[in-house]
C-alpha cells in the first residue's frame, strides 16, 4: 500500500519511501551535497548521519470499481495532490555495510558468470548482463556504478509536520508491528483462515485481534515484574504445557494431577491473581485457585489451563 493509498482512508503515516525509481529532479535532490539540514555526530566528532528534508508533491488519482472483477483500480484523472515530506539520511556506516553487500553480490555474480547454471539464483542475477543472441554473459558494471552512488542512503516518506529525529524513531518502531504479525501468524495461528462467509472470516480475524492484544499486555504486565528474560516464545509455551488430568482411578474420590513442572506458569499464575497447584488438586481447590466459573469431571477427559 503507498502513501496515496493510506491518505486517501484517512491516515497519517511514517512509510519507507522507494526513491531509486524517483523523478530525476527528485533523484538530484537526494544525491545533492549542498542541501544537508542537520548532522549527528558520534562520541569522537565524527559524522554519524545526516538529514535533510525534501518536500514533494504527489497526485492522488480517482479510485472506481470494476463492475466485472468487483476489484479498485486507479484512473488517470487527478482528483487532489497530496504534499509529503521526503527524509533523507546518509550514514557513513550504512554505506559502508552497502558496498559490502554489494562486493559479496558481485562475487556471487562472477562465480555465476564462469558457472552459468548458477544464475538462476536470485539475488546477484540483476548484476550480470546476460546476450540477447550469441555471447557469454558479462557483469553490468553500469548498474552496479548506479547502485553504487545509493550507499548510505535511506528515505522515510511522511505526511506529518515532524522532525526528522522523530520521523526516524517512529518509523524505526517498525518491528513492533513485524512482531505483532510474527506472533499472530506462529504463536496465535492466524493462517490458514479455514472459513469461507464474510462474517466467519471477520469473526475469526476479530478473535484473532482479541487475542493478540491479550497476549501482548500478558506479555507487557509480565515483563514489569520478570524482566525481559519472559518471551513470546517461553509465555506461549508454559501456557501449551500447563496441563491437568482428570484422575479416574478412584470415581468416589475424584481428583486432578498436575502434569506440569513448577516454573514460568507458576509465576503467572502468582503475577494475574491466581493460586499456584499442587501436585495434586480436588474439582473444588482447582476451581477456587484458577478462579473457574464450572468445573465438569468427566472420566479420562484433560483439561488444559
Known sequence: MSGNDIRQIGCDFVIAQKFKNASADEKKAILDQNNWQKSTCDENGEIFCRYKTIE?????????????????????KVIDTMNLHWIVSYSPRRAKKDRADRDRAIDKALDAIKNPGKLRLTGYKSLVKMPRKDGAPQLDTEKIEEQSQ???????????EISPERATEIYRKLWQIEDCFRV??????????????????????????????????????????????????????????????????????????RLYEPGLFDEMSKHFGLKVLSRVEKPVGLKKKLHLPGLKVVATTAWKS
Not at 150 to 160: A, P, Q, R
Open 56 to 76: 514533494v508533491n504527489k497526485p492522488l488519482y480517482e479510485t472506481r470499481t470494476s463492475p466485472t472483477t468487483k476489484l479498485n483500480y486507479k484512473t488517470k
Open 150 to 160: 545509493w550507499d548510505g542512503y535511506y528515505v522515510i516518506c511522511t505526511n506529518l
Open 184 to 257: 499472530s501468524k506462529s504463536q496465535l495461528e492466524t493462517r490458514p483462515c479455514f472459513v469461507w462467509t464474510d462474517s466467519h472470516i471477520y469473526g475469526h480475524f476479530l478473535s484473532c485481534f482479541i487475542s493478540l492484544v491479550l497476549e501482548k499486555y500478558m506479555l507487557y504486565s509480565l515483563k514489569q515484574e520478570l524482566g525481559d528474560q519472559v518471551t513470546h516464545g517461553k509465555m506461549c509455551s508454559a501456557l501449551r504445557q500447563s496441563q491437568v488430568v482428570y484422575d479416574d482411578i478412584n470415581p468416589q474420590l475424584p481428583l486432578f494431577l
